[in-house]
């Protein structure tokens, strides 16, 4: 991972972000600080994932201010950065990946070090080495001369985070980046994420459907709702029961569960009593 004193934190302001002509996140502002992880939650179409992409310049503002804030050094416009420098601060771990086929292990981590080349995939000293770390930080350093197609989809998600650590940035954002995954898998990546911010000081902004893994995870949770920043803060906080009701149109109930000291939610169906 890069040094401590290298860090930058990442920053958004009044970002208005659109579809076409109809506006789907409304003035929203956010902060991503190194050492600290950051949960996005909300229902379907809240735009929580569109406003991840927007941190990571894939989706365009139509108003408001992205900034890059080094621990040393000026703060940086990122909208207005050259694609490969802001590329060394922010790295993006989406939601779905293809997988391609015909390429190993390492040829996919290597994908990481691409702001780092120049032509023809030449200037990188330290790529491979960044690459070996990342593998051995996901678990797959027994898997780089693997093809990709012959992995399972747990195996892959977590050679795709490996690509995004290759890339050796302090932000790092993940859309869903358990979707799909089994308990094991599950519980392996929020440990990594969590490894990664406690202990390399990376800057986290990490989009989740369920409420309580965002309350165990992160030190910050922001709930959205239609576009708008409906709640943010510490978990007990942001994820008020009244509030979350709101927000996803059903009764939501929340206690601290006595053995850990962590609030939990617990949607009511109609058959919840039954």
């Not at 996919?108 to 995939?121: C, N």
């Not at 989009?207 to 949770?221: N, P, W």
């Not at 709930?223 to 509030?243: K, N, T, Y």
Request: charged share 25%.
């Amino acid at each position: 991972m890069i040094e401590l004193t290298e860090l930058s934190g990442l920053e958004a302001t009044d970002l208005v972000l659109r579809y076409g002509d109809k506006d789907v996140v409304h003035g929203a502002g956010l902060r991503l600080e190194p050492g600290r992880i950051v949960a996005l939650v909300g229902p379907n179409g809240s735009g929580k994932s569109t406003l991840l992409r927007a941190l990571a310049r894939l989706h365009e503002a139509s108003s408001g201010t992205v900034t890059v804030k080094p621990a040393d050094g000026e703060v940086s416009d990122a909208l207005m950065m050259k694609r490969s420098d802001f590329a060394r601060h922010v790295t993006l771990l989406s939601q779905s990946r293809p997988v391609p086929h015909g390429l190993s292990v390492r040829d996919v981590v290597e994908f990481g070090r691409h702001p780092y080349r120049g032509r023809w995939r030449a200037g990188d000293p330290e790529g491979p080495a960044a690459g070996d770390r990342a593998m051995e930080l996901t678990g797959g350093a027994e898997l780089p001369s693997r093809g990709v197609h012959e992995l399972s989809g747990g195996q892959l998600q977590r050679v795709w985070l490996a690509s995004c650590l290759a890339q050796d940035t302090s932000v790092l954002l993940l859309d869903e980046p358990t979707n799909h995954l089994d308990l094991r898998y599950k519980v392996e990546i929020f440990d990594l994420v969590y490894d990664l911010a406690r202990i390399h000081g990376v800057a986290i902004g990490v989009v989740l459907h369920d409420l309580d893994e965002a309350a165990a995870l992160a030190d910050h949770v922001v709930v959205l709702s239609e576009g708008r920043i409906a709640a943010a803060g510490p978990a007990h906080e942001a994820l008020d029961a009244e509030l979350l009701s709101d927000v996803y149109s059903i009764p939501i109930v929340t206690h601290t569960d006595p053995l850990t000291g962590r609030l939990r939610t617990r949607a009511v169906g109609r058959h919840s009593d039954s």
